[in-house]
């Protein structure tokens, strides 16, 4: 048919970084279909140069308050990679444990605060206080739980205190470990079963949307990838974390000041849905039985099933955390010293699944142990592509609906990516009518 | 023991918007006993996790009211409009006065919860903190301790 459309969507026009959707269709034919991004220019570089060993964590976990213990954790890796710092066993299994609680946190909130509205079409999570509070507390007690993870094990939920590099500066206690391990056991596996039945019930509700697409992030030979592995892509196998810049090939498009990523494609996709379709086999029984309930198959295509994949990863995460701090526990807690002792100066190259997708760092040192140059590639950034490619796909399925109806599609589909659209400014705008 | 919690909320590394937790790193320097100091830092929604169990509390924050920079307003969230996002693209999307929001329909807002908001001149990653709002601060601390004082006393 011939038509013509127009959307702009601006969002986030109060904040510094904004997400707007532009679709341009005339006489029926698709001109443009886009996400934009408006991100404050390349200030990451600028803002670690001159940094020690030491500071360069603190700093890039302040990036973010939602991605805080992502950018740090792979900040410390890519540290300890340029300066030979080797870690301990028990060093790393505290990491998964953090690594873990951020996950469940961001997925978890992701779930039922951007997409549970979106499925049960009211717009957004606060007409859902009114009608479904026992559901919003759920989350926020699930959020509760994985805030103890972050309290004990970093020292602070928000901008951890205690990772540092070559260790941490405080090991939990045992009984702290337990009280966690009651929590999970009792509080956070039955509300993120509980979780299961409510997207399930609500599954029906996702767009029926496929796009096959390159999928790309961490792998790794014993587990499901989350803290370490090589780069692995769905379409041409495993490449080595340190040859990342022939993974993530960054490009400058005129619609965004954030760069685009590809590989084998001309787009790739990165996050829970990425993961599961690359590692879905290392996940356990109970991970499955909840993809296999919510309908998420292997090799899945569809875009929005995104947030499902999320779902899967909480009930892993909630359920490896115990297996975690058993094997801690068994192991005995050491009261080990951080290794900060350099072995070499150098480039050092990090890369960790954060909830959003594949993140890389990458720092060159000085003999001094100071940053010379830095860069950092954000899932979002990577996803920008995809998304792109998705809405041309998507637009001339969805051109007999109304204008309404294909702007939500869009926006649904860009919240199912839950992109870090303004790093950190979470500015308050009051109005002052007297 | 206890009297009063003060929470400050922003970003270290983006220019004004520091000044929350700048303002907690001053008052550590001298704190009083009575005094709980939180550093929120940049994630808005967290703020939920501090609610129960306290009676008073003030959340320190740079905030856009169009006024000039380095003014502060201290007033209750109910008194004034905040401006919702309330159809964000992203978690990121999520601020202070969504995190507000929910907290009041879920019933978890303290009777006596207060926002020390101070308008910032820039918000630029890696900037400083203006003059104005610096002179701000010790107007945040004045208040702060005023406040304590009616506690108090």
Redesign the interface.
């Known amino acids: 048919m011939s038509r013509d459309l127009d959307i702009k969507v601006h969002?986030?026009t109060?904040v510094?970084g904004h997400?707007n959707i532009i679709v341009n269709m005339k006489d029926g034919v698709l001109e443009k279909a886009h996400l934009s991004i408006v991100e404050?220019p390349r200030?990451f570089e600028?803002?670690m140069k001159g940094r020690s060993f030491h500071e360069a964590a603190i700093?890039t976990s302040?990036?973010?308050?939602?991605c805080?213990l992502g950018h740090q954790l792979t900040s410390l890796v890519t540290t300890e990679d340029a300066l030979g710092l080797e870690i301990s066993e028990q060093t790393r299994l505290l990491r998964k444990l953090l690594v873990h609680g951020a996950t469940l946190q961001?997925n978890v909130?992701?779930a039922y605060?951007?997409a549970a509205p979106d499925f049960l079409k009211v717009?957004?999570?606060?007409p859902l206080?009114?009608t479904h509070?026992d559901v919003?507390?759920r989350a926020?007690r699930m959020?509760?739980v994985a805030?103890d993870i972050g309290d004990i094990v970093s020292g602070r939920?928000?901008?951890p205190i205690t990772p540092v590099p070559g260790g941490f500066s405080r090991i939990p206690e045992k009984a702290e470990l337990l009280e966690i391990k009651r929590k999970l056991l009792e509080e956070a596996l039955p509300d993120g079963l509980e979780t299961v039945e409510t997207m399930k019930a609500l599954a029906g509700a996702i767009p029926q949307f496929e796009r096959e697409t390159e999928y790309i992030s961490l792998k790794h030979p014993a587990e499901y990838a989350l803290y370490e592995g090589d780069i692995f892509s769905s379409d041409s196998g495993a490449t080595a974390v340190k040859n990342y810049l022939e993974v993530t090939n960054e490009y400058v498009v005129n619609h965004s000041t954030s760069k685009h990523a590809k590989f084998n494609r001309s787009s790739y996709f990165v996050g829970a849905l990425a993961r599961w379709n690359n590692n879905h086999a290392q996940l356990g029984p109970e991970a499955h039985a909840a993809a296999a309930a919510m309908g998420l198959k292997p090799n899945c295509f569809n875009p929005y099933m995104n947030t499902i994949a999320q779902v899967v990863e909480a009930v892993h995460c909630i359920l490896d955390s115990v297996r975690i701090i058993d094997k801690l526990i068994e192991n005995g807690l050491k009261n080990e010293k951080p290794n900060q002792s350099p072995t070499r100066y150098g480039r050092g190259i990090g890369s960790t699944e954060v909830p959003r997708g594949i993140l890389f760092h990458d720092y060159t040192y000085d003999n001094k142990g100071n940053i010379i140059e830095a860069n950092c590639i954000i899932p979002t950034g990577q996803n920008l592509a995809n998304i792109d490619d998705d809405m041309l796909k998507l637009v001339p399925q969805i051109i007999d609906k109304t204008k309404a109806e294909i702007t939500l599609n869009l926006?649904m589909l860009?919240?199912a990516y839950?992109?870090?659209?303004?790093?950190?400014?979470?500015?308050?705008?009051?109005?002052?009518?007297e | 023991m206890t009297v009063l919690t003060v929470i400050g909320?922003?970003?270290?590394?983006?220019g004004d918007?520091a000044v929350g937790p700048l303002l907690i790193d001053e008052l550590s320097k001298v704190s009083a006993s009575q005094l709980e100091l939180i550093?929120?830092?940049?994630?808005?929604?967290?703020i939920?996790?501090y609610l129960a169990g306290r009676e008073h509390i003030l959340l320190v924050?740079?905030?856009?009211?169009?006024?000039a920079p380095g003014s502060l307003?201290t007033?209750r969230p109910l008194e004034?409009?905040?401006?919702?996002?309330?159809?964000?693209?992203?978690?990121?999307?999520?601020?202070?006065?969504?995190t507000l929001?929910?907290a009041e329909?879920?019933h978890m807002l303290p009777t006596d919860l207060k926002?020390i908001?101070i308008e910032?001149d820039s918000?630029?990653?890696?900037g400083k903190l203006s003059s104005s709002v610096q002179a701000a601060m010790s107007l945040a601390i004045e208040k702060i301790n005023d406040e304590l004082f009616q506690l108090t006393n």
Not at chain 1, 62 to 66: D, Q, V
Not at chain 1, 421 to 429: A, D, N, P, Q, R
């Open positions: 969002h986030l109060r510094e997400g404050p200030f600028a803002m700093i302040r990036i973010c308050g939602i805080s961001s909130l992701h605060f951007l717009g957004s999570v606060f206080i009114a509070k919003v507390l926020l959020k509760r805030n939920a928000v901008h926006e860009v919240r839950d992109p870090c659209i303004s790093c950190s400014v979470h500015m308050l705008e009051v109005d002052f009518i | 909320v922003g970003n270290r590394l983006r918007d550093d929120a830092g940049s994630d808005a929604l967290g939920l996790e924050d740079a905030c856009r009211m169009g006024k307003v007033f004034r409009k905040l401006i919702l996002d309330t159809d964000p693209l992203s978690l990121h999307g999520l601020g202070l006065a969504e929001d929910m329909s879920l926002i908001g910032p918000i630029q990653f890696n």
